[in-house]
Structure formats: structure tokens, C-alpha cells
């Protein structure tokens, strides 16, 4: 089965950038971002598939981009304008087409720490 692994997070202060990386063990066709704050359930927040199509969540839209690199098997997440909110272990995903979200593979999460 297909592993990933997540690497990039880390404490940055409100209105700055980071930029996260997950590398998938073989080549799927979705993957994403999600991401779980204390106390609330996991979301996504990115997703790509091998084509390059994309979906965002509304409160990152115009804020974080999501990329992928299919010779790599790796996505990245570069977050810009990162506010308190973002706060959150970001989870890596990596699917087949026809599984749901919330399917597929995860990998053992990032902490990304958004204070000042």
C-alpha cells in the first residue's frame, strides 16, 4: 500500500509563509492536504490529482497553493498570509479515484504553529 510521509511544519509568526512537502511511497492519483486544530475534526484543505486539477477550502482560497511533482511522487502546500486560525497538524492523503475523501493513506502529520 502507499505510504507518505509530510515534512515543513513549524512555528511561524502571523502573515508569514511556509511551505510543506509530503512524499507519497508510488504514484496515486489524488492527493491532498487536511488538516485537524484540538479540539475539532480533520478538514481538507487541498487536494491534486495526477492531472493537476484542484480544489481549495474557502478559507484558504487566494491564500495557499497546492502543487505536485508526479516524477517525485510529491505534493507541497505553500501557505502565504498564514494567520492564527491555520493553526493545525496538517495530514498528508493519498488516494485512489474512486475513493472518498477521507480514504486512502495518511501520513503522521505536521504541526504548523501560527503565533506571535
Known amino acids: 500500500q502507499v505510504q507518505v510521509v509530510e515534512s515543513g511544519g513549524g512555528l511561524v509568526q502571523p502573515g508569514g509563509s511556509l511551505r510543506l512537502s509530503c512524499a507519497a511511497s508510488?504514484?496515486?492519483?489524488?492527493m491532498g492536504w487536511y488538516r485537524q486544530a484540538p479540539g475539532k475534526p480533520r478538514e481538507l484543505v487541498a487536494d491534486i490529482t495526477s492531472g493537476g486539477s484542484t480544489s481549495y477550502a474557502d478559507s484558504v482560497k487566494g491564500r495557499f497553493i497546492i502543487f505536485r511533482d508526479n516524477a517525485k511522487n510529491t505534493i507541497y502546500l505553500q501557505m502565504n498570509s498564514l494567520n492564527t486560525d491555520d493553526t493545525a497538524v496538517y495530514y498528508c492523503?493519498?488516494?485512489?479515484?474512486?475513493?472518498?475523501?477521507?480514504?486512502?493513506?495518511w501520513g503522521q502529520g505536521t504541526q504548523v504553529t501560527v503565533s506571535s
Open positions: 508510488l504514484s496515486i492519483n489524488i
Open positions: 492523503n493519498a488516494r485512489d479515484a474512486w475513493e472518498r475523501p477521507y480514504g486512502g493513506a
